[in-house]
């Protein structure tokens, strides 16, 4: 054993001694997120037309996980989860509210940030990583959650008046060209921090920096040129649909999408919105893929590549009219699928791991990538093993969690759903790769129903105090859907209604 691997093996008992590691010869860190991501992209093959060549060459310096899956389809528990370690089911973080600090027994978690500034890292944050209201502006100090806040940015630039009127008239649900140029939109904006931050990285402290995009989060909005990239015509590919795909869906599957503002397949078909849509998401696609080869060229102008673990990751993926719906929330394989890709020094190029992969994982991979003391509370798993060899073997399933008691257990070959009231759905993915037929009812399938039961996790927490939007429970055995019983006056279901 070298000396220095005498050092670093003695750098965690150093860290309980003094509180604080010296980060001598530790790789940098670049965390880049991107919201609503799904596997629209080169290396995942979503959709056969999809322009991301940033992306794709990243792709090509490290290893993609195609199997990869988020813990949860919406912004504020993905991301609770993937930066604190913990499954939603374990910390009762399940809706768009609240904070997660708020909560008794969840102010004083270690968050993936803090754990290596602790361990003698500048962290720094810019745009989208936590849930955009989260914390709380007046908290984002430097210091708090982050050494650095930079520029956080919006989903903006808003256009005057919308381009598309939808049924919930949400201010966000809008798609179409924004009359403007790139260096107007808030990722270019983001992407222009996080340039700077690598222009003058922090002197003789490694780095962990944190670049956070919003598109193609709604509003679906880009300058032109990017939808120069895509036919606005027959010869758009659109996704793949089943006009009787839901029925045999148990109902208990409709709960999880009750009344969200993201318009239904119907409705975008008889308001001839569906194509456009689909060419709106893919241009803001192409878009924020431009910012990704951004940061990425800064990365290497700045001479750091060589010495920076790259993480690029979506918090969730996002439906186009498959299931009849768009939006997240739901537990189908088009809203929990999301690019994982890493890349830099020890890691294997060109490589893909079809091994299933949970954004709970990257927290104790970086911190064994980078040679950090191990946090026994993590409920991920490293992912290490399958970035040296993608072939490498993976004992754990994918999890994903919506609300309480509705999980998904996704391994390489099956998905299989239980909700809060025991329906359930299997999908075969070596034959049905759409997930059209469910097959949770088949006697012959019990036995694989089983086995993939015993990964549906143990603990259930209730929501945390403040769980209100996007929130769908159970109260005294009734359903309730953001405080609202189903069914009542007061629920006012709309759309929700005549869903498909």
């Known amino acids: 054993m070298t000396l220095r691997h005498i050092l670093l093996s003695t750098l965690p008992l150093l860290a309980l001694l003094h509180g604080v590691v010296v980060a001598a010869d530790r790789p940098n860190v670049l965390l880049i997120s991107i919201d609503d991501l799904n596997d629209w992209v080169g290396p995942l093959g979503g959709h056969p037309q999809v322009k991301t060549p940033n992306i794709d060459r990243l792709a090509a310096r490290g290893v993609v996980f195609t199997n990869a899956h988020c813990q949860a389809p919406m912004c504020n528990p993905s991301r609770t989860s993937l930066l604190t370690g913990l499954r939603p089911s374990t910390t009762g973080v399940y809706a768009l509210d609240p904070w997660f600090r708020t909560a008794e027994p969840l102010k004083n978690l270690v968050t993936l940030p803090q754990h290596f500034q602790a361990n003698g890292y500048v962290t720094m944050s810019g745009g989208k990583v936590f849930h955009d209201a989260f914390p709380p502006k007046e908290q984002r100090k430097d210091g708090v959650e982050f050494t650095r806040w930079g520029f956080m940015g919006s989903h903006g630039p808003y256009p005057k008046k919308k381009g598309v009127e939808t049924e919930s008239k949400h201010p966000m649900l809008n798609w179409g060209v924004f009359d403007g140029s790139d260096e107007e939109m808030s990722d270019y904006k983001v992407a222009s921090w996080a340039i700077e931050q690598l222009q003058k990285p922090p002197a003789e402290k490694p780095f962990f920096l944190c670049v956070g995009f919003r598109r193609p989060h709604v509003p679906c909005l880009a300058p032109q040129k990017w939808f120069d990239l895509y036919p606005d015509d027959d010869t758009l590919v659109m996704p793949p649909v089943k006009r009787d795909d839901r029925d045999d869906v148990p109902k208990s599957a409709e709960y999880l999408h009750w009344r969200i503002p993201e318009p239904r397949l119907k409705w975008l078909e008889d308001h001839r919105q569906w194509r456009h849509l689909v060419r709106s998401y893919l241009a803001c696609v192409s878009f924020v893929d431009a910012q990704v080869g951004r940061v990425i060229d800064a990365l290497d102008a700045a001479g750091a590549a060589d010495n920076t673990i790259v993480v690029l990751w979506s918090d969730h993926g996002w439906h186009l009219g498959e299931k ?115 097959l949770a009812s088949n006697p012959k399938h019990a036995q694989t129903k089983r086995q993939l039961a015993k990964w549906l996790p143990a603990v259930n927490k209730p929501p945390v105090p403040g769980s209100v939007t996007r929130l769908s429970e159970i109260r005294d055995g009734k359903r309730y859907w953001e405080g609202k019983l189903v069914g009542s006056q007061s629920d006012n279901r709309g759309e929700q209604e005549t869903a498909p």
């Not at 009849?324 to 537990?331: D, I, N």
């Not at 091994?355 to 992912?383: I, K, M, N, V």
């Not at 994918?398 to 099956?414: C, F, K, L, M």
């Open 324 to 438: 009849g719906m768009t939006g997240k929330l739901s537990l189908w394989e088009r809203s929990t699928r999301v690019p994982l890709i890493f890349a830099g020094p020890g890691i294997s190029k060109g490589g893909k791991c079809s091994r299933p992969a949970e954004l709970l994982d990257l927290y104790p991979t970086l911190s064994e990538l980078c040679d950090l003391p191990a946090r026994s509370e993590l409920e991920g798993h490293t992912l290490a093993p399958q970035l040296k060899n993608p072939s490498a073997p993976r004992e754990w399933p994918a999890i994903t969690t919506q609300d309480e008691n509705n999980h998904a257990v996704r391994t390489e070959r099956w998905r299989y759903i239980r909700y809060f009231d025991g329906g359930e759905e299997l999908y075969d993915h070596e034959t049905d790769p759409n997930e059209w037929t469910n």
